[in-house]
Protein backbone atom coordinates (compact mmCIF):
# COMPACT_ATOMS: atom_id res chain seq x y z
CA UNK A 1 0.00 0.00 0.00
CA UNK A 2 0.99 3.60 -0.74
CA UNK A 3 -0.41 6.51 0.75
CA UNK A 4 -0.19 9.92 -1.58
CA UNK A 5 -1.17 13.10 -0.07
CA UNK A 6 -0.81 16.50 -2.35
CA UNK A 7 -0.41 19.96 -1.29
CA UNK A 8 0.67 23.45 -2.98
CA UNK A 9 -2.15 24.00 -4.71
CA UNK A 10 -4.28 26.90 -4.82
CA UNK A 11 -5.48 30.46 -6.35
CA UNK A 12 -3.21 32.37 -8.83
CA UNK A 13 -2.96 34.67 -11.83
CA UNK A 14 -2.81 34.20 -15.12
CA UNK A 15 0.69 33.96 -16.13
CA UNK A 16 1.81 32.91 -12.25
CA UNK A 17 3.40 29.59 -10.87
CA UNK A 18 2.49 27.28 -8.24
CA UNK A 19 4.62 24.41 -7.15
CA UNK A 20 2.70 21.11 -6.62
CA UNK A 21 4.15 18.37 -3.99
CA UNK A 22 2.82 15.12 -3.29
CA UNK A 23 4.40 13.08 -0.24
CA UNK A 24 4.59 8.97 -0.10
CA UNK A 25 4.84 7.13 2.45
CA UNK A 26 4.04 2.94 2.56
CA UNK A 27 6.23 0.85 0.18
CA UNK A 28 9.38 1.42 -1.32
CA UNK A 29 8.80 5.12 -3.28
CA UNK A 30 11.53 4.49 -6.31
CA UNK A 31 10.03 1.25 -6.75
CA UNK A 32 7.42 3.54 -8.09
CA UNK A 33 6.76 5.56 -11.79
CA UNK A 34 4.92 8.51 -11.02
CA UNK A 35 2.38 10.42 -12.58
CA UNK A 36 0.48 13.92 -12.20
CA UNK A 37 -3.02 13.92 -13.82
CA UNK A 38 -5.91 16.61 -13.05
CA UNK A 39 -9.50 16.92 -13.61
CA UNK A 40 -11.32 20.32 -14.61
CA UNK A 41 -15.32 20.33 -14.10
CA UNK A 42 -17.30 18.54 -16.25
CA UNK A 43 -14.16 17.13 -18.00
CA UNK A 44 -12.37 14.14 -17.90
CA UNK A 45 -9.35 12.87 -16.41
CA UNK A 46 -6.17 14.02 -18.03
CA UNK A 47 -3.08 12.77 -17.93
CA UNK A 48 -0.29 16.02 -17.21
CA UNK A 49 3.22 14.31 -16.65
CA UNK A 50 4.84 11.11 -15.61
CA UNK A 51 8.24 10.26 -14.28
CA UNK A 52 9.98 7.00 -14.43
CA UNK A 53 10.96 5.47 -10.99
CA UNK A 54 14.68 6.78 -11.62
CA UNK A 55 13.55 10.02 -13.18
CA UNK A 56 15.47 9.51 -16.28
CA UNK A 57 12.55 9.14 -18.45
CA UNK A 58 9.79 11.90 -18.52
CA UNK A 59 6.87 12.79 -20.69
CA UNK A 60 4.31 15.72 -20.59
CA UNK A 61 1.28 16.14 -22.22
CA UNK A 62 1.10 18.63 -25.08
CA UNK A 63 -1.17 21.02 -23.17
CA UNK A 64 1.62 21.84 -20.40
CA UNK A 65 4.86 20.61 -22.46
CA UNK A 66 7.42 23.72 -21.92
CA UNK A 67 5.29 25.28 -18.75
CA UNK A 68 5.47 22.15 -16.63
CA UNK A 69 8.41 20.34 -15.20
CA UNK A 70 7.77 17.02 -13.26
CA UNK A 71 10.61 15.69 -10.78
CA UNK A 72 11.27 13.44 -7.86
CA UNK A 73 13.01 13.32 -4.46
CA UNK A 74 13.45 9.44 -3.84
CA UNK A 75 15.36 10.28 -0.55
CA UNK A 76 12.15 12.07 0.32
CA UNK A 77 9.63 10.03 -1.17
CA UNK A 78 8.33 12.48 -2.65
CA UNK A 79 7.11 13.66 -6.22
CA UNK A 80 6.94 17.48 -7.76
CA UNK A 81 5.40 19.48 -10.43
CA UNK A 82 6.36 23.27 -11.15
CA UNK A 83 4.04 25.45 -12.77
CA UNK A 84 4.86 27.89 -14.73
CA UNK A 85 2.93 30.60 -17.05
CA UNK A 86 0.06 29.52 -16.09
CA UNK A 87 -3.06 29.67 -17.58
CA UNK A 88 -7.02 29.84 -16.91
CA UNK A 89 -7.37 26.27 -18.66
CA UNK A 90 -4.79 25.13 -16.36
CA UNK A 91 -7.70 25.28 -13.49
CA UNK A 92 -8.25 21.77 -12.17
CA UNK A 93 -7.80 19.08 -9.13
CA UNK A 94 -4.64 17.92 -9.61
CA UNK A 95 -3.57 14.14 -8.72
CA UNK A 96 -0.72 12.41 -7.87
CA UNK A 97 -0.52 8.82 -8.92
CA UNK A 98 2.06 6.32 -8.44
CA UNK A 99 2.62 3.03 -11.16
CA UNK A 100 4.42 -0.13 -9.89
CA UNK A 101 7.18 -0.38 -12.28
CA UNK A 102 9.07 -3.33 -11.46
CA UNK A 103 11.94 -4.30 -12.63
CA UNK A 104 12.43 -1.13 -15.37
CA UNK A 105 13.59 2.15 -14.16
CA UNK A 106 13.04 3.99 -17.37
CA UNK A 107 8.96 2.94 -17.58
CA UNK A 108 6.28 5.26 -17.08
CA UNK A 109 2.33 5.81 -18.46
CA UNK A 110 0.53 8.31 -19.77
CA UNK A 111 -2.32 5.96 -18.85
CA UNK A 112 -4.36 6.71 -15.60
CA UNK A 113 -5.71 2.92 -15.99
CA UNK A 114 -2.02 1.39 -15.25
CA UNK A 115 -1.64 3.56 -11.72
CA UNK A 116 -2.05 1.53 -8.95
CA UNK A 117 -2.81 4.64 -5.95
CA UNK A 118 -3.94 7.97 -6.30
CA UNK A 119 -3.69 11.12 -3.79
CA UNK A 120 -6.93 12.73 -3.09
CA UNK A 121 -5.91 15.84 -4.89
CA UNK A 122 -5.44 19.65 -4.51
CA UNK A 123 -7.00 22.63 -6.45
CA UNK A 124 -5.35 24.42 -8.74
CA UNK A 125 -7.35 27.76 -9.92
CA UNK A 126 -6.19 29.98 -12.64
CA UNK A 127 -7.76 33.35 -12.62
CA UNK A 128 -7.80 35.08 -15.82
Known amino acids: QVQLVESGGGLVQAGGSLRLSCAASGRTFSNYAMGWFRRAPGKGREFVAA????????DYADSVKGRFTISRDNAKNAVYLQMNSLKPEDTAKYYCAADRAYSSTTYYSRNGATYDYWGQGTQVTVSS
Open 51 to 58: ISRSGSSI
